[in-house]
Structures are given as structure tokens and as C-alpha cells.
């Protein structure tokens, strides 16, 4: 009996690291595909060739191609929030730390063009995309508002401005830059001009002084 069991568990053992690769497998392949393609020109069917998994593997994981989608945004929102850490913590010059964040987001929309523009592009017609996007958005919004009312510098220069609002309206700005930095429109298809721009729009607000700051290896 005891051997029985022990087959059984080395069973199911196995088969775990098979369904994992199987989910990465479709994450993966939907987000090559979108490197390519709209999301919008995107189907199920395409997903499931590119990743090699049958129609009954991919509905296991996935309800539709929007919940890969969202898998995808929420993992790439994840590393935005990493990206912002330096400013977020308040242990940094925050002008430096500003910059090494905006730095740090053109880097992570450049390596995940394809599915941020996806999000972009999608969640004003799909009620779940918009729901999705509006709540990552919030999760920068919320981390922007704590990091300003600890602040007492930037605190005395918004005066009675709503902390809140001017999160908001910060990072729906830096959304939209990325955007177009990603799609190729000029100016913002220069990643110093758009690191320039945004570092000057938060520090202008928050600290009432422009930082450009040194041109880093990794923007030339």
C-alpha cells in the first residue's frame, strides 16, 4: 500500500513542473506573438500554434486571450514597481532616485513593447482589460501619493493641491510618453528626450527645479 502511494505522489510530483511549463508556454508565446501583431488581430488559435498546446491545455489555464493578457501586464507591472522602488522608499536623493526610475520604465516598456501597447491600445473597449488597467495604474498612483505626503519639501510646493490628483496625473502622464516612445513617435522615440522630459515634469512638480542629469551608459 505504502509503495502505492508513493508511486501515485511521484506521479503527481512530475506532472507539476509539466502544467507549469505548459502555462509559461502559452505566456510566452503570446507575448513573441505581440512583438509582431496587435492584440487585437490576435487570436486563440494563433496562441496555441506558436506555443504547441491544444485547445483543452490553453482553456485549462486561460478563460480567453485577455487573461493571458493580463497575466503578462500584471508580471511587467511587477517589475515597473521594482523600477520605482528607488524613488518609493525615500533613502535616495529623489531627483537622482526620479530619474533612475524613468530610466529604469523606458528600459521595461522597451522590453515589453508588445504587451504594454496591447493593454494600452485595448482596455478603453474590453470592461475586464479596463478594469485590469485602471487597477495596475492605481497600484503606481497610490505608491506616488504615499511617497509625496511623506515628503515635506514636495508637500510645501503643491500647497493645497489635491497629493492624489497630481499622482495620478504624473503617472497617466508617463503611461502615455511610454506609449508613444514604444510606437516610434517622435521625439519620444529618443530615450534621452524622453527620460529628459519626464525626470523634468516630476522633479518641476514635486521639488520646483529641472534635473536632467548625466546621459548614463545605457541611455546612449
Not at 74 to 82: C, L, M, N, P, S
Not at 118 to 130: H, K, M, N, Y
Request: glycine share 6%; hydrophobic share 45%.
Amino acid at each position: 500500500m505504502s509503495s502505492k502511494r508513493t508511486a501515485r505522489s511521484a506521479r503527481r510530483s512530475g506532472a507539476a513542473p509539466a502544467s507549469a511549463e505548459l502555462r509559461e508556454r502559452i505566456l510566452s508565446a503570446t507575448r513573441e506573438l505581440l512583438r509582431e501583431r496587435r492584440f487585437d488581430a490576435l487570436s486563440v488559435a494563433d496562441i496555441l500554434t506558436a506555443a504547441e498546446v491544444s485547445r483543452a491545455s490553453f482553456y485549462f489555464y486561460f478563460p480567453s486571450k485577455q487573461a493571458v493578457l493580463g497575466e503578462l501586464v500584471r508580471e511587467a507591472v511587477a517589475q515597473g514597481q521594482q523600477a520605482a522602488e528607488p524613488w518609493i522608499d525615500g533613502r535616495h536623493d529623489p531627483a537622482a532616485a526620479l530619474r533612475a526610475g524613468v530610466s529604469d520604465g523606458a528600459r521595461l516598456w522597451r522590453a515589453n513593447a508588445g504587451v504594454l501597447m496591447a493593454i494600452v491600445e485595448s482596455w478603453g473597449s474590453d470592461e475586464g482589460l479596463r478594469a485590469l488597467w485602471l487597477e495596475q495604474m492605481d497600484l503606481f498612483t497610490e505608491a506616488a501619493a504615499a511617497r509625496i505626503r511623506s515628503d515635506p519639501d514636495a508637500l510645501r510646493r503643491l500647497g493645497d493641491m489635491d497629493v492624489r490628483a497630481v499622482a495620478a496625473s504624473l503617472t497617466w502622464l508617463g503611461e502615455r510618453l511610454y506609449y508613444l516612445a514604444a510606437a516610434g513617435v517622435p521625439p519620444f522615440d529618443d530615450e534621452k528626450a524622453l527620460i529628459d522630459v519626464l525626470t523634468n515634469a516630476w522633479t518641476s512638480m514635486l521639488y520646483s527645479h529641472a534635473v536632467t542629469g548625466p546621459r548614463s551608459p545605457s541611455e546612449r
